[in-house]
T-cell receptor
Framework: DVKVTQSSRYLVKRTGEKVFLECVQD?????MFWYRQDPGLGLRLIYF???????EKGDIPEGYSVSREKKERFSLILESASTNQTSMYLC????????????FGPGTRLTVT | GQQVMQIPQYQHVQEGEDFTTYCNSS?????IQWYKQRPGGHPVFLIQ?????EVKKQKRLTFQFGEAKKNSSLHITATQTTDVGTYFC????????????FGQGTILTVHP
């Protein structure tokens, strides 16, 4: 069974703080993704990575950066958290590419106050 | 970027009634996927449709891909309380090369 884990289930941060969200997958998947989920908007892609040290912008990359130093780990960084980044953040991975089945982690609910 | 419209946003049904959610794109798609997210959970892959006019069934769930590969539907026959959750379509292709574009989701509530 593929397992995708995320470092925190709930997180509360202050405006202006630097925030790190970590994601680890244990199935040697090439592709990893970060989404944010907001009511009525579905899942929106922030960044994705198809290989170590490679990254591509998604639909809403502004205010975020990512890091993929190892194949199994993909980090999302909020350089200076703002209240409009309060959201559910979901990490996902896929074996064969972004157009194939994606496995999601449990999500991190981030609140920025 | 690519837009995928999913309707309805909400659906309340009595247990035993049928349910359908629709997904529409303005561009031709390579494939479409469907995911289910239980309340408090994360999205879980249900199925992928690739061929024009394709129909796939999983027990009480029927998935269809339109002939023009621009729309898709998920139909649940005789809903059960275990069907509650949010159903998302996710489109691949069109102008969204290299990534999936998710619909807004349909939240299904089943009243016993």
């Amino acid at each position: 069974d593929v397992k995708v884990t995320q470092s925190s289930r709930y997180l509360v941060k202050r405006t202006g703080e630097k925030v790190f969200l970590e994601c680890v997958q244990d199935m040697d998947h090439e592709n990893m993704f970060w989404y944010r989920q907001d009511p009525g908007l579905g899942l929106r892609l922030i960044y994705f990575s198809y290989d170590v040290k490679m990254k591509e912008k998604g639909d809403i990359p502004e205010g975020y950066s990512v890091s993929r130093e190892k194949k199994e780990r993909f980090s999302l960084i909020l350089e200076s958290a703002s209240t409009n980044q309060t959201s559910m953040y979901l990490c996902a991975s896929s074996l064969r590419g972004p157009w194939y089945e994606q496995y999601f982690g449990p999500g991190t609910r981030l609140t920025v106050t | 970027g690519q837009q995928v419209m999913q309707i309805p946003q909400y659906q309340h049904v009595q247990e035993g009634e049928d349910f359908t959610t629709y997904c529409n794109s303005s561009t031709t798609l390579s494939n479409i996927q469907w995911y289910k997210q239980r309340p408090g959970g994360h999205p879980v892959f249900l199925i992928q449709l690739v061929k024009s006019g394709e129909v796939k069934k999983q027990k009480r769930l029927t998935f269809q891909f339109g002939e023009a590969k621009k729309n898709s539907s998920l139909h649940i026959t005789a809903t059960q309380t275990t069907d509650v959750g949010t159903y998302f379509c996710a489109a691949a292709g069109g102008t969204s090369y290299g990534k999936l574009t998710f619909g807004q989701g349909t939240i299904l509530t089943v009243h016993p």
